[in-house]
């Protein structure tokens, strides 16, 4: 029997895709020439002030909502307050008691179905600090360190869960549904291994018979976590940590640690103890955000059908709950799936080659989807070719390899290479007369009642086709023509 | 007249009419600069070639274009702490030491369009932090009507420059009395304007909600024209205002169409019998000319100094942070991050910008807020109160400006708390985000005495006009003579 419980919740910063940073109008884009998107107000230059940008009120609006989360018609902004070289004013502006929306939901669902339902705290808008790089493992022993401000003052919104998660597959499930419902709005890149996402998590253990409050247990913050796997590992690790401390009747203590992808395993950066206090006041130079019903509504009537009614979607169309959740899970996978469907009626078909065979192939070559060189087009002429008999699913393999290596169409590829499958009736059955008149003794043991007998007159068929010939017309002509020969006798 | 005593209003009508060339103007300018400065040390930098180069294009622009701008060819002094691309801007502090902004302040973008000349930067004391102009890193500024005494602060370097007549204008920021102090002091007319109605874009920030620019001039008439340069929304300060100016002009109003609010905490202990003797005076004059005097109480204005000292402070606690030696200003050496932040900032700051960093740390620290920086905005909220209540029965409130004269040099740098006192009067407006004026009212032994008129929200216009009806009224004085003045 266990002796704890897992308490676990997640901090989930989202870089917003706006075209300008959340005060100044200098470009979010990423991987610029070092402190090139830089102006005097993300540089902390004397005087400046920050402008809000209403684009990413609206994008944390959208989020919001998309989260189920109740929109504050009134929140403000505050000032907390660290020294670090990467922010430039010693303070971030971000929102600390009076945040833009609290109490959403996130469902989060396992082969198609809802384990849990996670509760969201809060999400709040913040400015993102810029970047140290370190010329040297860290900054303790680093010879020295450059700073680079282009990513100072981004747009990020920060998603708190409550902490009801109680396993690292549940941490997994959550983000991977947060990040699915944040990627039909597009108002973030979502890229986990470029910054544009990233995850803290909370994990404590409740030991049995502990009757305090969650929030008082020893809580270990691992950081930074640089993708899904990787937080899921963490967590795996902290909790067994965690598990051991107990078992031995060690005190786990309240700290935050970073997480090594090579060994999997969390280390100690510093105890909360030693924390700073960041000595949040309201931001004096930004008036509070007063957002209307009206425009929170307009902004509402913006947002994309929910993952929910996705995957009612696809369901409908009759694609597995297992396919689903792969399918929803990629963004260029819907596009691709739903193009797809409009031009071919059989979803479930086109359901099975692009997760089999054109996700394969993707795999092999290091694309997505979204850079796929087999269009939807593409992938519904060679399902054309197989629908109407011309191809078998096995000569399809082989033309679907041929159309992603030289991008031609199935049509081109089937008729250069002279692969078709022999459909013609009268054609098989010259074939099926030639074979029953040289197999006489079978024929005779599959009339005396042998049916394996037959299988073998069929694959002399499919022989001398080299393969061309569709096996369940064979079938049918082996069996007429088995037939005549019967009455004959 | 000569040139250099000409004011805002007659020089840019003269070089509007090309009766005078800008270049003129300059050149007299700076020879008046070069006549006094030396006694009166009123200026961080003076940039001579710059100006005469602004007053070049100015005297080539076409005629049409030149009766358009409202400052035509006027010489203005910019306190340091607004950023200048042209000149250094250090707030008059160590840790700004020729430190040259990428940007121009609002303000001095909306001067240089309307055709005014920026001839230098003024003193003040470091960050805006003080009520003497002591506490500059640089220099102190001694006051024209008697240099063994401060021109006030922190903008005492504007009012001094304008009052030794080098300069007809400068801008100044009020954070908690900042300009209105030193012009009472120096015997000019300082006018701050509602909270958000200049924009604070190129403001070295002390305290945001607080602080605010506003004109120094020699006549109340001077103070309205650069105001209606300076004021107006500016998209780049969110806690700028929208909406017209309220440029209220036409006839001066009758005095018996006016009800002056006197508020009775603004005239009892701590007030220097003379300034108050004076301050009855002026009541007693305008009752005389018709006004009705209200006898008033704003009763937490006892709280106000409190307030004041842990807002102030909290905000410029955070405000300052940035200057850590990283990016720009001056970096003391040091070992590691940490000593480097430490020894920049101990060897960059002055002791009073130290002392409130400390007290605002203090007042913003886990388990502090609540007690100092939350009660301090509620003591904020009462004050207001207390000035709409007022303005439902008045329309104006006049009180004095300071409790006192200009003081000698060293006579309260020793004691913070009595230099934190010659804001008692100065700072509710502040607190408040309302307008206030002050206006000379002669001279006490010698050296000026202000009075300060205090009017409701955006109500500017309507400020302007009654306190320039007292100037017309109230007998001026002959301006000081300075140093090497003839
Ligand atoms: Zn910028």
């Not at chain 1, 499958?421 to 099926?432: E, R, W």
């Not at chain 2, 009166?40 to 701008?69: C, G, S, T, W």
């Not at chain 2, 807020?369 to 904020?380: E, F, N, T």
């Amino acid at each position: 029997m266990r002796k704890y419980e897992v308490i676990i919740g997640l901090e989930v910063h989202v870089e917003l895709k706006t075209r300008a940073k959340l005060f100044c109008g200098c470009s979010t884009e990423f991987g610029a020439e070092p402190n090139t998107h830089t102006c005097p107000v993300c540089l902390g230059m004397p005087g400046v002030l920050p402008v809000l940008n209403r684009q990413a009120v609206v994008y944390a609006i959208k989020a919001a909502l998309a989260l189920e989360c109740t929109v504050h018609s009134y929140s403000k902004f505050d000032r907390k307050q660290y020294f670090y070289p990467d922010l430039p004013k010693a303070y971030q502006i971000s929102q600390y008691d009076q945040p833009l929306a609290e109490h959403g939901h996130v469902p989060i669902f396992n082969d198609g179905a809802v384990v849990k339902t996670v509760g969201v705290r809060r999400i709040h808008l913040e400015e993102d600090a810029g970047k140290l790089n370190h010329l040297g493992q860290r900054l303790g022993d680093a010879k020295g360190s450059l700073v680079d401000l282009n990513r100072a003052g981004v747009p990020l919104i920060e998603i708190v869960s409550e902490p009801d998660m109680s396993s690292a597959d549940e941490a997994r499930l959550y983000l991977t549904e947060l990040r699915n419902i944040l990627s039909y709005l597009d108002i973030s890149d979502l890229r986990m291994e470029e910054g544009s996402m990233r995850c803290d998590a909370n994990v404590s253990l409740r030991p049995s018979g502990y009757t305090g409050s969650v929030e008082d247990l020893p809580r270990v913050e691992i950081k930074n976590v640089n993708s899904i796997r990787n937080v899921q590992r963490g967590i795996e690790f902290e909790i067994a940590r965690q598990a051991e401390f107990l078992a031995n009747g060690e005190r786990i203590v309240k700290e935050t640690r970073g997480f090594d992808d090579q060994s999997g395993r969390t280390y100690s950066q510093r105890s909360k103890e030693e924390a700073n206090d960041y000595r949040y006041f309201p931001e004096p130079d930004l008036p509070p955000l007063v957002l209307s019903d009206v425009f929170v509504r307009e902004v509402k009537d913006t947002l994309p059908p929910s993952t929910q009614a996705l995957r009612q979607e696809l369901r409908t169309a009759g694609v597995q709950p297992k396919d689903v959740e792969v399918i929803l899970a990629d963004h260029s996978a819907l596009a691709f799936w739903r193009q797809a469907t409009t031009l071919f009626g059989d979803a479930r078909m086109v359901t099975n080659w692009m997760l089999s065979d054109l996700s394969r192939l993707l795999n092999t070559h290091g694309h997505s989807f979204a850079t796929t060189p087999v269009s939807p087009e593409a992938l519904v002429g060679l399902l054309n070719l197989i629908h109407r008999g011309t191809l078998s699913g096995r000569m399809a393999k082989e033309v679907l390899d041929n159309m992603y290596e030289t991008q031609r169409s199935a049509e081109e590829i089937v008729k250069d290479l002279g692969m078709s499958q022999i459909t013609d009736a009268d054609a098989i059955k010259k074939v099926v007369e030639e074979t029953v008149a040289s197999h006489r003794p079978v024929v005779e043991d599959y009339l005396s009642g042998k049916e394996k007998a037959l299988g073998f007159l069929v694959g002399q068929v499919m022989k001398k086709t080299k393969g061309q010939a569709k096996p369940d017309v064979v079938n049918k002509i082996l069996k007429d023509v088995i037939r005549e020969y019967a009455e004959k006798i | 007249m000569a040139i250099h005593e000409l004011g805002v209003k007659d020089l840019a009508e003269r070089v509007r009419a090309r009766e005078l060339s800008a270049s003129e103007t300059v050149s007299a300018v700076f020879t008046r600069i070069k006549n006094v400065e030396s006694t009166i040390q009123a200026f961080l930098h003076l940039d001579p070639d710059y100006a005469r180069m602004r007053a070049q294009v100015i005297d080539q622009l076409p005629a049409d274009e030149l009766k358009n701008l409202p400052l035509a060819g006027v010489p203005i002094a910019v306190k340091d702490n607004m950023t200048t691309v042209s000149m250094p801007t250090t707030a008059g502090s160590k840790i700004l030491s020729g430190f040259m902004s990428p940007y121009n302040a609002t303000v001095v973008n909306r001067l240089e369009a309307a055709g005014a000349i920026i001839v230098g930067k003024t003193n003040l004391d470091e960050f805006a932090m003080g009520s003497s102009t002591e506490h500059s890193a640089y220099h102190t500024t001694c006051n024209p009507w008697d240099i063994r005494r401060v021109p006030g602060g922190s903008s005492g370097g504007s009012a001094a420059a304008v009052a030794a007549q080098m300069v007809p204008a400068a801008l100044g920021s009020d954070t908690g009395g900042s300009i209105r102090q030193p012009a009472s002091y120096c015997g000019v007319t300082g006018f701050k304007p509602t909270f958000g109605r200049i924009s604070r874009y190129g403001l070295i920030a002390f305290a945001s909600s607080l602080d605010q620019i506003g004109p120094l001039t020699r006549s109340v008439e001077d103070a309205r024209l650069l105001y209606e340069v300076i004021a107006g929304h500016d998209p780049l300060d969110a806690t700028s205002l929208p909406g017209e100016l309220d440029v209220s002009r036409g006839p001066l109003p009758h005095w018996r169409d006016i009800r002056i609010g006197v508020p009775k905490e603004y005239d009892g202990e701590g007030i220097d019998p003379r300034v108050q003797e004076r301050y009855h005076e002026v009541l007693a004059f305008l009752r005389d000319q018709g006004a009705q005097l209200v006898d008033l109480s704003l009763p937490h204005t006892r709280y106000a100094i409190s307030a004041y000292y842990i807002i102030a402070p909290a905000e410029a606690s955070s405000n300052l942070a940035r200057f850590d030696g990283v990016r720009y200003g001056f970096r003391h050496p040091a070992a590691d991050l940490l000593s480097m932040y430490e020894t920049t900032r101990t060897e960059g700051f002055g002791s009073e910008v130290t002392r409130r960093i400390l007290l605002g740390t203090h007042a913003l620290s886990s388990g502090y807020y609540d007690a100092y920086y939350l009660k301090a905005q509620k003591v904020r909220t009462l004050i207001r109160q207390d000035f709409e209540r007022a303005f439902d029965q008045v329309d104006v409130i006049l009180t004095p400006t300071t409790p006192e004269v200009a003081f000698k040099f060293g006579e309260k740098s020793q004691d913070p708390l009595q230099m934190y006192l010659s804001d008692v009067f100065t700072v509710t407006a502040n607190l408040a985000g309302i307008p206030g004026i002050s206006t000379p009212a002669g001279l006490i032994s010698d050296v000026p005495v202000g009075v300060q008129w205090l009017g409701p929200v955006l109500q500017e216009g309507r400020l302007l006009q009654i306190a320039q009806a007292f100037e017309q009224l109230w007998p001026s004085v002959p301006w000081p003579s300075v140093g090497g003045d003839l």
